[in-house]
């Protein structure tokens, strides 16, 4: 009786510790329902993410998709998401996958568009889609949005807001309380197609639709800028406003969210900029850009009106990425130049705290995790860093070779997806 009753109390402790385990690694499991995951600034909180692997070894899954898209995949639940074009660009789709197993779902067409002009770095399907948990939200190189409930059912199409860019459309969707936002940083498609390119004009703007219904709930022009295919981010003032930040060629706005009030404009010189912008400890950080002054700056978050430069904390001109946005991480910011230059810098002074070659070419957007930071190259080789004040090498996972990337990787429930011209690979430990 006595041993029986040990083994009983022995299953009772095996089973608690089990559920403590599983609720444990519950709490830290988490959606990435955008681009660059929860905050759109790359940062996870989970602790069980892989950090080597290769074309074989911790692969969960890989999925061919059709098409052709450089959107990056999002996660809700027990699906993952992605958008592709298929038919040259003609046929828009939204993707539906299992994320335990990887095997589509479902795979809708949404609309047909006419393909406009693109750089041969860019796609039909560029712009990341978002999801709320109930649908999923997506735009295409023509600018129209579309959204699909979890099953693949088409709810609603807008396409009052057509674009042309001579670089294609880049930017992704933000989705909050209700709000589907977009930057819209075009250029003209007449005669002179340096106009909006080259030469700033005042027709770029930004929109927030319903996204329950795709109706518009404002529209705000931009003023005189050029274009751009970062992100827009959040951010919360003193007084609890939510901002929307965001970056266009000349300019660093930030846009009452509820209203889309322009609040307030910084200058930044230069055109075609592509990284997003970041922010931490009441700043706000930039990259890239041509046609202007190079180099990462970094303006300090709050004000009304014109500021100018009248923020500008501090500006670096080495290790600046034209592709690649920044990361911030406990009071450090880290880039990844295009051509493989890993730097990391005191936010607070732009101050070099190490710089170091790793080689390789970099379009991706860097995530991070339990104090870690991956950088996705061209070639899907993963290098893995610590974020830390000293340069630590983690790992180098390759893929298989001709598998391309362009896309940002993904973090939810353990995986670590990155999207091949190909296929979605889904990691994890």
Request: with cysteine.
């Given at each position: 009786m006595a041993a029986r009753g040990m083994l009983v109390g022995m299953t009772s402790l095996k089973n608690t510790l089990l559920m403590l385990g599983l609720a444990a690694w519950v709490a830290h499991a988490e959606n990435w329902p955008q681009f660059r995951g929860p905050d759109g600034q790359g940062h996870s909180k989970e602790s069980s993410v892989p950090t080597t692997w290769s074309a074989t070894d911790h692969l969960a899954w890989k999925t061919e998709i059709p098409g052709e898209a450089w959107s990056s995949p999002i996660v809700h639940g027990n699906r993952v998401f992605v958008t592709t ?345």
């Amino acid at each position: 009786m006595a041993a029986r009753g040990m083994l009983v109390g022995m299953t009772s402790l095996k089973n608690t510790l089990l559920m403590l385990g599983l609720a444990a690694w519950v709490a830290h499991a988490e959606n990435w329902p955008q681009f660059r995951g929860p905050d759109g600034q790359g940062h996870s909180k989970e602790s069980s993410v892989p950090t080597t692997w290769s074309a074989t070894d911790h692969l969960a899954w890989k999925t061919e998709i059709p098409g052709e898209a450089w959107s990056s995949p999002i996660v809700h639940g027990n699906r993952v998401f992605v958008t592709t074009t298929t038919d040259n660009g003609e046929s828009c789709r939204i993707i539906g996958l299992e994320r335990k197993t990887g095997r589509i779902v479902w795979n809708t067409e949404v609309f047909r568009q006419v393909p406009r002009r693109k750089e041969t770095r860019n796609s039909y399907a560029t712009p990341t889609p978002a999801t709320d948990g109930k649908r999923v939200y997506a735009c295409f190189g023509d600018g129209s949005f579309a959204a699909v409930d979890f099953d693949g059912k088409p709810l609603w199409i807008n396409r009052e807001h057509p674009f042309y860019s001579q670089h294609g459309l880049g930017t992704a969707l933000v989705l909050h309380d209700g709000l589907l936002i977009m930057s819209r940083d075009a250029s003209s498609e007449g005669a002179d197609k340096k106009v909006g390119w080259q030469i700033p004009w005042e027709k770029s703007y930004v929109v927030a639709l319903d996204a329950k219904t795709g109706k518009q709930q404002w529209r705000t022009g931009r003023g005189r800028s050029r274009i751009s295919h970062g992100t827009p981010v959040l951010w919360s003032d003193p007084t609890g406003r939510r901002q929307l930040v965001t970056e266009a060629g000349d300019v660093l706005q930030g846009f009452d969210l509820k209203s889309g009030t322009l609040l307030w404009t910084s200058d930044v010189p230069g055109e075609g900029k592509v990284p997003s912008v970041v922010i931490g400890g009441g700043m706000a950080f930039c990259s890239g850009g041509w046609g202007g002054k190079d180099g990462i700056k970094a303006f300090r978050l709050g004000g009304e009106g014109s500021l100018k430069q009248s923020n500008l904390v501090w500006e670096q001109k080495r290790g600046e990425p034209k592709v690649p946005s920044l990361i911030h991480l406990d009071g450090l910011v880290y880039a990844m130049t295009d051509t493989g230059m890993a730097t990391c810098y005191e936010a607070s002074t732009g101050a070099i705290v190490w710089q170091e070659r790793v080689g390789g070419n970099f379009s991706a957007s860097p995530v991070s995790a339990a104090g870690r930071i991956y950088f996705v190259g061209d070639n899907g080789q993963t290098t893995v860093l610590d974020a830390s004040k000293t340069f630590r090498l983690v790992a180098r996972n390759p893929l298989v070779e001709g598998e391309e990337v362009q896309a940002s990787p993904a973090i939810s429930q353990g995986l670590f997806l990155i999207r091949t011209r190909k296929s979605v690979w889904a990691f994890r430990r």
